[in-house]
């Protein structure tokens, strides 16, 4: 039982360029998420994804699309970086938000994607 | 401006002191957690909070839930380096379905 993994853990990209990363979670939960954290502003919710085949804009969806084609997997795109976009990436998975009353599930992390922009 | 705002947002204290860090809103949540997180990991949940005016202990760690549900505290009793890392606190709005993150707290204790 590996939880939740992310590929790859470092990136440099130079402005302009693409690229995917990979989310997995073996834990069969429906819900996942991607989250930017910067220095003083905690994490960020970027989109998030309530099942397969389904996703949501979070806070900050601006420049980055997601895909859930497969319900253990959660893939964040970047089409055209930029230096803003320079951030600590981390995934989570959890059975859902909301349990029977107002209790809340268990977000599960990933060990998080260094990613620099140039 | 985040939703939620966490102070202080350093806190460098000596072993066997005691602190507080405060996670504050203006909006009501449904609950309330609390996740530890250390350098190159993602966070881990310490607790969840669900009642207004609830109060949960984790061995010298201390949890509230303000009765309006608006806020919330973590008190460390007898601090010891291994609480060493960065408290974030993050929160679920009555209405949505998406957690928010504090702007977190990063504590040192030193030996």
């Known amino acids: 039982n590996a939880g939740v993994t992310q590929t790859p853990k470092f990136r440099v990209l130079k402005t302009g360029q693409s690229m995917t990363l990979l989310c997995a979670q073996d834990?069969?939960?429906?819900?996942m998420y991607w989250y930017r954290q910067d220095p003083g502003m905690g994490l960020r919710l970027i989109h998030y994804?309530?099942?397969?085949?389904?996703?949501a804009k979070g806070e900050v969806p601006d420049g980055y699309n997601v895909s859930r084609l497969k319900k253990q997997n959660f893939l964040l795109g970047l089409e055209s970086a930029a230096p803003s976009q320079t951030s600590v990436y981390f995934c989570?998975?959890?059975?859902?938000?909301?349990?029977?009353?107002?209790?809340?599930?268990?977000?599960?992390f990933g060990p998080g994607t260094r990613l620099t922009v140039l | 401006t985040q939703l939620l705002e966490q102070s202080p947002q350093f806190l460098s204290i000596q072993e066997g002191e005691n602190l507080t860090v405060y996670c504050n809103s203006s909006?009501?949540?449904?609950?309330l957690q609390w996740y530890r997180q250390e350098p190159g990991e993602g966070p881990v949940l310490l607790v969840t909070?669900?009642?207004?005016?609830e109060v949960k202990k984790l061995k010298r760690l201390t949890f509230q839930f303000g009765d309006a549900r608006k806020d919330s505290s973590l008190h460390i009793t007898a601090a010891q380096p291994g609480d060493t890392g960065l408290y974030l606190c993050?929160?679920?709005?009555?209405?949505?379905?998406?957690?928010?993150f504090g702007t977190g707290t990063s504590l040192t204790v030193i030996p």
């Open positions: 989570a998975s959890s059975y859902s938000p909301r349990l029977a009353g107002a209790s809340t599930d268990t977000q599960y």
């Open positions: 834990m069969n939960h429906e819900y």
């Open positions: 994804s309530v099942g397969e085949g389904t996703t």
């Open positions: 909006s009501v949540f449904s609950s």
């Open positions: 909070v669900v009642t207004g005016g």
């Open positions: 993050a929160g679920v709005r009555d209405t949505g379905n998406q957690f928010y």
